[in-house]
Structure formats: C-alpha cells, structure tokens
C-alpha cells in the first residue's frame, strides 16, 4: 500500500490467472461472468477498481478467485455481474454469491475429494487446505453485491470508489495447492479416429484418448492443457431425444440442453460485452441466413458437396474471442444426411458434449426442414467434428481421471465385434492357410490371401484393409499362428475352436 496526497492506492497481487486480469488501485473487485471484462474495464478510471476478472465456471474458478482474494486483504468490495444467459446456464455467479451469503461446509467434490462445499443449489468447491477461519473472515470482510448489467455494475462500482479508502481486513494469506503431472504414454499427436453410437459413449472414448496420449502444453490461460490435434468424433447413433446416461456423467443435463440449442439454431443481437453466438453468425452476421441456404441448396441439388455454413469471419483475426466453430457441412449419402463440424479449439471435457448436442440439433433442424419442404425424407445420418485443437484443461484432468475410471471399462465391454472392415475367414487347404475376406451382413467375398506363414499373412491383410479395427487385427494373428501350427503338426484347424 503506497499514500499519494490523500488518496490511497493499492495493488492487487494475482497468484492465480495473472494474464487474465485488468489490474487497478481502489478497493472493489469486479467479478465479470461471462460478460466480457473490457466492456466494464472501458467505464472505469483503474482508480475506480481493484481488479477485473471474468468467472466462467463455479467448479473450476471460484477455488482460484477465492484464493486470489485471500492474497489481497486490501479488496473490501466485491461486485459480481449475473446479467447474461451463459451466466445463468453456468451459474458461476449465482454460487459465488452464495459463498458470501451462505458460507460452505465440508463434504465431498464431485471427484470425491473431501473440500469446502458451498452452500448452493450449484455445486462449488473450494480446496480444503484453505483454513475455514481465513474464509469466514473473508466472507464477512467484504462487502457484495450483484450487478444484472453493466450501467448498473458501474454505477455501484462508482459509488463505492466515492467512500472513503478502509484499512486491508487482515494480512495478505496464501494456502499450498497440490499439482499432480499425469503420465501420458506415447501416441500418435495428428489425426485421430474415433466412433460411437451416442454423445454419451464418444465422450468417454475422446476423453480416454486425449488423457492418455495428449501433449500438455501451456494454453493461453495461465495454465496446461492435455491435446491432441486432429481429433475426428464419429457418432452414429445418437437418438431425436438425445442419451442421457443414468446417473447422468456428461457435464450437462436436459434443461441446459435446451438453453444451448437457441444459442445455435437462432439468431441474436448483438449486445455489449457478450463475444458472439454461433445462431447469430449462421443467421444474420454475414447478411445471410446460412441455415435456410444450406437448406435451399439442397432441395434444389440433394448431391451438393458445397452445403457449407462458415462462422470465421477475416475481421476475427482483428479481435480476441473469435468462435471456437468454424466451418459446418451437410452431404446427404444413401438418403441419409450426415452434418461434419470444424471447431479450431475445442474443451473437450466441458464444452464438447453440449457443442455435439447442439450441432445433432440443427442437423436434425435440417433434415426436417428439407423433409417438410420437399420429397426428400433423409434419414439422420451421423454427426462428425472434427476438433483441431482437442484439448482438456489441467483444472478437469481430475474429472477427467474419474470419468475413465468409472465408465471406460465398461462402454469397452460393450462393443460389439463387428469391423466395418469386413470379416476374415481362415481354413486350411492344400497344406496352405487360406483367408477369405468377405463385406460386414452381406458377406460377399472381396479378396483372399493364401501362404504358410502367419505373420507375413497378417501384414498382407493390414497393408490391403487399414481400416481394420486393432482388436480384430489382434485375434486374427492369433487364428492365423494357430492355423499355421495345426499345419505344422498335421492337425485339422478350424477357426475360433
Ligand atoms: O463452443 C465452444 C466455445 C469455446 N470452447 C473452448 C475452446 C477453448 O478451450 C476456449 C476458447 O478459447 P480461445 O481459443 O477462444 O482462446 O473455449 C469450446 O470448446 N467450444
């Protein structure tokens, strides 16, 4: 703390996300949401604030923040902006609110980590090494209060600047935090395939994959990353009323579900301090509704490869926070139509499930569409993204670890042992094993292989069907050193026995 004249100044020290702050000298800590920290910062002399910073998430922000604010005893004023729709689907604001207003108790986290719980209907979490005297302290040091737009946050946080500077509530505090650097195992890092019949079921397999083999890396955020780049989603089956797995382990439920759909079927203004919406860029950013011309074009030619839909604007490159999906395209093969998204950057763990569920909306949008305008009665064919940057963010490898220890094993479990790469028949004829390739249901031969040795015949057979899956690829070496040695010893051989 430094005395100029008769105003006070003061410092904030960030220990957490200090790239992520807009630093002032006053006394009030300005809590964003979602709504973006410039629009406030660009109302206010940093005199005015202590600190500017945006909280998306109660799981993963609010621990920080109050960490932060532990450092900085000097804050004895707290406003927290609840104005947009994002805030009220993640409700960061909302639980922060209620730390202040109700307090925490210990209890368990939803990784089963025993922490401060806040009292909340949303769950939020705060490291338990944190001592409850330095939180309560907090808690009743500051004084909060909740701003539902900007005019209205400035104008309290002006008022506040008007009082008087009061002396820091106690010396700043700082709790050790624990770091835990997963073991990632070697992988490929470009271009990976994965398939599944749900949302659901994908997420599990994306999640295993990147958590496994991914790179950590720094992100933007004063943080890490686990990624993978190139990440291809197939998912074939997902339902009109969409999986959710019960107990439901996706991050988010129905009622969200619901929320998020508008955000990319419709379109909406442009409001101050909210970054963009995916509805307004296909609806009304480029001066066209590129939903309802996706739509034309296919009606009017059902064969189009060009059914594109693009979000990037050029002017993106001028200005921080451009859309995160990119490029969307529909193609309607055997009269079923499939919809591939190009998201540049993608959180895997926490936005992926709603970004694939929003996207299977509008590719059923359209697909109505077409069938109520036309002769065309497409079937839902799948729903492919492809994630550029397939990312988790260190805050969640933790959830992450669970999600694979509680489900992996068991959507593995499930799956069944058909390869669209076709089946493999071995028999032994002549003193030769013989391998029949035949197509999956219909069984039409395709190909054949013959030789004694199995190992060569095995490379023979992946260097012709790539595709084949690694587990079917596995069984048959192993069919294949069978039929080899039964012709070695004289024996009869007969597959699978
Ligand atoms: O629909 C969305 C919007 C955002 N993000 C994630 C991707 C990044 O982790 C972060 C955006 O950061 P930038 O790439 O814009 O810096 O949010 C998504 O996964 N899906």
Redo the contacts with the bound molecule.
Sequence with gaps: MTHTGHATQFRYAAQHKPNQLIYGNGQTAVITGWTVKQAIAKHLQPSEYAVIGQLYSPTRGINLLIRNLLLNPHVRYLLVINATKEDQNAGASQCLLDFFRNGIEENLSDTGRKSWVIRSTIPGYIDIDIDINALEKLRHAVEVEEAKSISEAVEKIKSYAQKPAIAPWGIPLEFPMSTVEPTVLPGTRYGHRIEGKTIAETWVKIIHRIKTTGTIRPT?YDGKWQELIDLMAVVTDEPADFYFPEPNYLPIDKSFLEEYISQILDDSPHREGVKYTYGQRLRSWFGRDQIEQVIQKLIGEIDAASAVMTLWDVKDHEKG??P??NHIWLRVVDNELSLTAT?R???MFA??PA?AMGLRALQKHIRDEIAQRSEYDLKMGPLITLSQSA?IYDDTWSNAEQLIQEQYAAICSKLDYADPAGNFLIEIAEGQIVVTHTTPGSGEIVGCYSGKNALKLIREICAASPAIRPDHAAYLGMELQKAANCIKIDKPYVQDQ
Aim: with cysteine; net charge negative.
């Design positions: 933007g926070g451009s995160c999906l998201l950057s993608n959180d936005a992926w970004n990312h």
